[in-house]
């Protein structure tokens, strides 16, 4: 009798781990990216915020570089909301979604170049642009 709950016992456990295994919210590969990108842009936003500092150049330089980074490894993944939908929806969601995707990149890398040429007015529209993308691209193309 004993050893037959200890076998009840060990079952129950084992369906229990493979749930919850299967069950967690795994990260996709592209909120792994975003993720990635997350702190230099927090660090970066809240430097602006307070006015940038020149003497602080380099240490924007490489925050951006990082965001640019994980976005150009952002634009080939698809947005988890894209998988739920029919094929035609989610080849149109795909397109719009590296659309957007591109353009931060192409923001990213204004801001990269205002920041090289010391020009922090240019340098804090870029930022501004890209927040309002970030906002935007989350809206669109973000699961609840
Ligand atoms: C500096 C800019 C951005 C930052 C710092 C950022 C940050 C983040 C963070 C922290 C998450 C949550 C990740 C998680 O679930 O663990 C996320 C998710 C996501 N972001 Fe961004 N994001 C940025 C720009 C964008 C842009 C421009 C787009 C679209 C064009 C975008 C699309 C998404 C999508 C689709 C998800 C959900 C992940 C998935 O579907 O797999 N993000 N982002």
Do not use: W
């Amino acid at each position: 009798m004993t050893h037959y709950f200890k076998t009840i016992i060990l079952l129950s456990l084992a369906c229990l781990t493979t749930a919850s295994t299967f069950g967690e919210d795994e990260d996709t590969p592209l909120a792994k990216e975003m993720s990635a990108m997350n702190t230099a842009y927090r660090s970066l936003s809240k430097a602006f915020r307070s006015g940038p500092n020149p003497e602080q150049r380099a240490e924007y330089v490489t925050q951006v570089e990082i965001i640019l980074e994980h976005a150009k490894a952002s634009v080939e993944l698809v947005p988890a909301l894209a998988n739920s939908l029919a094929p035609a929806a989610k080849t149109n969601m795909r397109a719009d979604y590296t659309a957007a995707m591109q353009k931060s990149i192409q923001t990213l890398e204004q801001l990269l170049a205002a920041l090289e040429a010391e020009d922090y007015a240019a340098a804090t529209d870029h930022l501004v642009q890209l927040k309002k993308q970030k906002s935007a691209g989350h809206q669109r193309f973000q699961e609840d």
